[in-house]
């Protein structure tokens, strides 16, 4: 198949899922068009069959917000065109769903460019339910030719929310290359992170208030009541300052460490003792199931799909949000005890490459890819009762 994709380039889940996702059916003999404003950041070297399309923007002084979406469309039009791709996949609804409608809609009649769109989070649990994203959000996800969630949770947050059929969507859950996320890996930081003797908890994501990275200082700083530890940050992002400012508050700023955005998070990842994930809502928690491939024992919310990758007491810990003496006390036990840790490591290593590797998934992907072409070929789109719509 010659495959179009559309994600957020930038540091995120959504982006990096995207990404592999395109590595690896570009490795099981695909064609994997990459449409975005600037090269998906684990794109990395130069793979064969895998080809990135930059979205061309004209600045012009009227435009104070510059019609990204708009060029967006233009591009994955142009690139259906000349590569004659024979699917457009889009990661995350705003705005790539809708741009890849105007795409498909430009196209016709000449090209029927089905489109899958997968949703990843707040596009459907925040952004796309505000009031200026609602309609558009619903009228793109339902034109969608496919429709994929990454948990189940999600899917049903899509029913609820948007009045989308249950049928109409499919669950494929996130995935990790296994092979690269892994425990033990070289070159290891572990020495030039934390003093010998320390142990490293970890916290991983973007740094936006649904994360809740003042509650990992919290648990933190109880955690170093009872043993000795340093927190390392990788990721950046709006609240940043907050946790600093908390760290500071706490009195353990000088255990704390912020190392900003990073590409190859698997290799901190894997020198982390623990990490923490306290969020308030978290539609698959990406960051959670790379700390299990990598034989980092989690502890973190027991909110939206996080349920769905960590099964408490068994690859990792699970709490309400903000029960910050319960995760810090499970982190303490984690840190303590060598066996308890090894078992919930060798559970999670097994669940994220039975469960969650990319050998699982993406056969999914593709198998999905091709019922949608096939109905599409038939003008009708999967779980729909209506056929011709467009
Ligand atoms: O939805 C977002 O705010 C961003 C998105 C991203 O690009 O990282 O995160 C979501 O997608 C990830 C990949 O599917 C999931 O692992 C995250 O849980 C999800 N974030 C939220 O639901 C808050």
Known sequence: MRIGITCYPTYGGSGA????????????GHEVHFVSYAQPFRLGHFRERVFFHEVEMEDYPLF??????????????????????????????????????VARKMLAPERNLPVVTTL????????????????ITRFSILRSQGLTAVSEYLKEETVRGFQVPAERIEVIPNFIDTDVWRPGKEPCHRSTLAPEGEKIVM??????????????????????RKVDARLVFVGDGPERPRAAERAEELG???????????ASVDELIACADLLLLPSSNESFGLAALEAMACGAPVVASDVGGIPEVVT??????????????????????????????????????TAAVSRFGADA??????????????????????????????
Do not use: C
Not at 66 to 89: C, F, G, I, N, Q
Not at 90 to 100: E, G, L, N, Q, R
Not at 252 to 262: C, D, E, N, S, T
């Open 252 to 262: 353990v700023r000088p255990r704390v460490l912020f190392l900003g955005k990073h």
């Open 120 to 135: 990843h989070g707040t596009d459907i649990t925040l952004v796309g339910l505000h009031p200026s994203f609602h309609a």
């Open 64 to 101: 104070e917000h510059p019609p990204y979406s708009l060029a967006l469309s233009v591009a994955m039009h142009d690139t259906a065109v000349r590569e004659k791709l024979d699917l457009m996949h889009v990661h995350y609804a705003i705005p790539h769903a809708t741009s890849a409608w």
């Open 203 to 224: 916290h991983v994501s973007n740094f936006r208030p649904v994360k809740h990275v003042e509650d990992v200082v919290e648990v933190f700083e109880r955690i170093v």
């Open 312 to 349: 408490h007491g068994e690859s990792g810990f699970l709490f309400e949000p903000g029960s910050l003496d319960e995760m810090a006390a499970a982190g303490i036990e984690l840190l303590q005890d060598p066996r308890l840790k090894a078992r919930i490591v060798e559970a999670a290593r």
């Open 361 to 390: 998934i993406v056969p999914r992907y593709e198998a999905y890819y091709e019922r949608v072409i096939a109905a599409n070929g038939s003008g009708a789109r999967i779980g729909d009762a209506v056929k011709g719509i467009a």
């Open 17 to 28: 899922v995207a990404t592999e996702l395109g590595l690896k059916l570009a490795e099981r």
